[in-house]
C-alpha cells in the first residue's frame, strides 16, 4: 500500500487592500476559505497562547488538487467540507487562480502548484490533465529511494516559489524511499505596499500586553491617516474592534481584529467565517485616527492531518478507505499534511522595496487607536472573499 505525502506551504510578506463587494452567496474563494479558517480555529484551540500564521487558501487548494484523484467516501467528505458542488469545481478554480494572480491586483500575489511523483507511479492523465488546466500545476518525476535528493529537490522549488521565504518544507525522513508515491505542493506568496506608508522614523518601542499577561516593549510603527473602522460583537455580546489597512492596489486588505480589553482573543476566534468578515463592511467607517501597530514577524509549521480530519475529511488519511482511483490504479493514501507560512510587516509592507506616500497631516488631533494586546490579522482578497492569509499575534 504506498503513501500520498501532502505537503502544502506559502509564505507571506506584507498586508493589505481595498473596497469590497458584497455577493449573497460565497464565492469559492470563500467556501474555500472557510475551511481553512475552520482549520485554524483548531490549530488555535490547541494554542491559544502562540503567534500562529496560515494561509486558508493554501489549506484549499492542496484539497482542491487532490479532488479529482479523489472517489466515493472520500471525495464526497472534501466536497462536502468545501462545500463545492458535486459535478467538480473546476471552472470556477480555474478562474479563481487568474483572479487571484492577475497583475491589475497590482500587490503581487503569486500562486504555484506542483506534483512531485516516484518513478514509474502510474497517475491517471484525466488527474494530471485536470490539475494542470485548472491550477497550473507542474509534474516532475523522482527518484525517492534517495529521500535525501528527493526532499532537496522539493525545497529547491519551494524556495523558488517563495523567493527565500521558505527555504525549507520538507525533510528527508520525512519521505519513505519504499513507499512515497506522490507529494503535491501548493506555494503562495504576496508582497503588497501599504496604501499609506508607515514612517520609519515614526516607530517607537512602546507596550504590548502580551497573551501570556507579560507586558513587552516592542517596535510600534504610527501613523495619522483615514482608515475604515468599526466595532462587531459576537453571538455572545463579546465586543471587538475592526481596522481595515489597504495595500496600494486597492484589491488586497489586511483587516485587524482587536477584542476589547478583557475579552481574551480566543474568545472571539470561533465566532470568525468568510460570511462574518463579509459583515464587517457594513459596519465600519472611515476615519481619521493616529494607528499605532507592532512591527512583528511570525512562522508558523501547522499539521493539517488532525484539523482536517476533525473536520470530517477523514477517509484519505486511511490507509484502509482512502480512495484515489481516480489519482492511480495504485492505490495511496495521505500520509501527511501540513503547511508552513510566514509573514513579515514592517513600515514599507515589505523589505525588498519602498513606497513613497505623501502623509498629511491634520490640524486638529484626532484619536489614538493602539493595537497593544492579542490580535487577530486576515490578508483577503475583496473582490473574491478569498482570505489568503490568516493568524493570531500573541506576542510580536
Known amino acids: 500500500m504506498g503513501h500520498l505525502s501532502l505537503l502544502c506551504l506559502f509564505a507571506l510578506v506584507t498586508l493589505y487592500g481595498h473596497d469590497a463587494g458584497l455577493s449573497q452567496a460565497p464565492s469559492y474563494g470563500e467556501r474555500g476559505s472557510d475551511l481553512g479558517i475552520q482549520v485554524f480555529q483548531q490549530v488555535a484551540r490547541s494554542q491559544p497562547l502562540e503567534n500562529l500564521v496560515l494561509s486558508p487558501h493554501g489549506v484549499a487548494s492542496v484539497l482542491g488538487m487532490l479532488l479529482p484523484g479523489a472517489h466515493g467516501e472520500t471525495r464526497k467528505q472534501v466536497l462536502k467540507a468545501l462545500r463545492y458542488k458535486k459535478n467538480g469545481p473546476y471552472k470556477m478554480l480555474r478562474k479563481l487562480h487568474k483572479t487571484l494572480t492577475a497583475k491589475s491586483n497590482q500587490d503581487v500575489v503569486l500562486i504555484a502548484n506542483a506534483m512531485f511523483a516516484a518513478n514509474g507511479f502510474p497517475m491517471e492523465k484525466a488527474f494530471v490533465a485536470t490539475n494542470k488546466a485548472n491550477f497550473q500545476c507542474e509534474s516532475r518525476n523522482l527518484d525517492f529511494s534517495y529521500p535525501s535528493e528527493a526532499a532537496a529537490e522539493i525545497n529547491e522549488w519551494v524556495n523558488n516559489k517563495t523567493k527565500g521565504h521558505i527555504p525549507s518544507l520538507i525533510k528527508a525522513d520525512m519521505l519513505d524511499p519504499a513507499m512515497t508515491r506522490l507529494v503535491v505542493v501548493n506555494s503562495i506568496y504576496f508582497k503588497g505596499l501599504w496604501k499609506s506608508r508607515f514612517q520609519p522614523e515614526s516607530t517607537k518601542m512602546r507596550p504590548f500586553n502580551g497573551g501570556n499577561g507579560i507586558v513587552y516593549k516592542v517596535p510600534m510603527m504610527s501613523q495619522l491617516s483615514i482608515f475604515n473602522m468599526g466595532t462587531a460583537a459576537t453571538p455572545q455580546g463579546l465586543k471587538y474592534n475592526v481596522i481595515e489597512l489597504p495595500y496600494h492596489g486597492d484589491t488586497i486588505s489586511m483587516l485587524i481584529v482587536m477584542p476589547l480589553e478583557n475579552t481574551p482573543l480566543s474568545q472571539v476566534i470561533p465566532h470568525i467565517s468568510t460570511a462574518t468578515v463579509q459583515s464587517w463592511a457594513k459596519l465600519m467607517h472611515r476615519r481619521k485616527v493616529c494607528l499605532f501597530i507592532p512591527r512583528f514577524t511570525a512562522d508558523a509549521k501547522v499539521d493539517l492531518k488532525d484539523a482536517l480530519s476533525a473536520l470530517g475529511i477523514t477517509n484519505m488519511f486511511s490507509n484502509g478507505a482512502a480512495d484515489f482511483t481516480q489519482l492511480s490504479a495504485e492505490p495511496v493514501y495521505v500520509s501527511k499534511a501540513f503547511q508552513k507560512a510566514k509573514i513579515e510587516v514592517n513600515e514599507d509592507g515589505t523589505k525588498a522595496a519602498a513606497a513613497t506616500t505623501a502623509i498629511l ?33 500573541n506576542q510580536p
Open 361 to 393: 497631516l491634520a490640524r486638529s488631533s484626532p484619536p489614538w487607536v493602539t493595537v497593544d494586546r492579542p490580535f487577530l490579522f486576515f490578508i483577503r482578497h475583496n473582490p473574491t472573499g478569498t482570505i489568503l492569509f490568516m493568524g493570531q499575534i
